[in-house]
């Protein structure tokens, strides 16, 4: 028992000393440095000018393609880095966006989310930059994003990739409403400390390398910044964007090749702490949600990765990135 209580002690201080060493980050990540040279797409929309970075990689021996990487919620465009490095590698132009309201780009004080004006700003991107035609990868939210995306303008998409997407099912169906200000005054409770902690259960089945750390140091960045009252409106308005915007209904209406990467471990779910342990073991069921999408979606295919949770691109790379390859060489 003494052994168990020092090892709780010395994991707590060791939180405590990272959660310390953390430097803060405005609301832009003016000080974090992205693995490529990061650019800013200037936007008027909803009366104001904002900016959207991104990242656009060049390969050495390009091969005519091109692929674009979506993030997810709780992450930005910087954690693609080793997947954009191999895509290049392999001759294609990987165009990395960070979403309004993530990463570098704007923060707003006001703005309505939608997953249609998040795939019109990526598509007034692409436009900017010349390109017509690519593939589009969509992690987590990205999965959402790229989703809409496809649908919206499947004239620009070659093919869809989902890896571990969000939105599978409509939680509205099961979870009661939380208001943008109760996701708001959870988000202003936020530390390192919680963050990882929600990050190695829900991500990682409770390990935790330190590999992982970088990206809930990232987060944790923002709070301890007099601009986070900022950034943790933007993460409310985005969880309500996700919560009441499901595209689950609409998987028969994609008519790309599509390709779901899952982790078989994961359970994410919005909204699960909000229902009963009963309620709650019917959500995020992702063998079988995986399933039920590749089976809706026309001219889709399953590449299920057992014991790998929400994050196969970072836990387990290689079972992630061959299938990529080999799917976007069809």
């Known amino acids: 028992m003494r ?7 010395l994991l707590l201080l060791y939180n405590i000393a990272n959660a310390q060493s953390i430097p803060a980050q405005d609301a832009m990540l003016s000080g974090y440095e992205y693995p490529f040279p990061v650019k ?41 880095a080793q997947t954009a490095t191999d895509l290049s590698n392999k001759g294609y132009r990987v165009i990395i966006p960070d979403q309004i309201g ?3 780009s704007s923060k707003p004080e006001h703005f309505q989310f939608t997953f249609q004006q998040l795939a019109l700003n990526t598509k007034t991107l692409l436009d900017t930059l010349g ?3 690519l593939a589009v990868l969509g992690h987590s939210m990205g999965g959402m994003l790229a989703v809409r995306f496809a649908l919206m303008y499947p004239h ?16 509205k169906l099961k979870v009661p409403y939380q208001s943008i200000d109760q996701w708001y005054k959870g988000e202003l409770q936020q530390t390192y400390q919680t963050i990882k902690q929600y990050q190695m259960d829900s991500y990682y089945a409770g390990k935790w390398t330190p590999e992982y750390d970088k990206w809930a140091a990232l987060l944790a960045s923002w709070t301890s910044s007099p601009d986070y009252p900022k950034v943790a409106w933007n993460a409310a ?14 998987f028969e209406q994609i008519r790309v090749p599509t390709l779901l990467i899952i982790g078989q471990r994961d359970r994410t779910a919005l909204g699960k702490a909000s229902v009963s342990e009963e309620v709650r073991k019917t959500m995020g069921n992702y063998p079988e949600l995986g399933r ?3 089976r809706r979606i026309p001219n889709a295919q399953l590449v299920p990765i057992d014991g790998v949770g929400h994050l196969p691109h970072i836990e387990a790379y290689t079972q992630f990135i061959k299938p990529l390859l080999e799917f976007l060489k069809k």
């Open 40 to 80: 800013f797409l200037r936007l008027q929309i909803q009366q104001q000018t904002l900016r959207m970075a991104y990242m656009d990689v060049h390969p050495s021996h390009p091969n005519g393609k091109t692929i674009m990487l979506l993030h997810g919620k709780n992450f930005c465009g910087a954690y693609w």
């Open 292 to 294: 039920n999408a590749a």
């Open 102 to 104: 993530f990463g570098k």
């Open 237 to 250: 308005l985005t969880y309500d964007m996700i919560f009441t915007q499901p595209v689950c209904y609409e």
């Open 3 to 9: 052994n168990y209580i020092c090892s709780l002690l």
């Open 156 to 171: 620009v998409t070659e093919k869809l990739i989902l890896e571990n997407p969000i939105g599978l099912e409509d939680w």
């Open 131 to 133: 390109i017509s035609k």
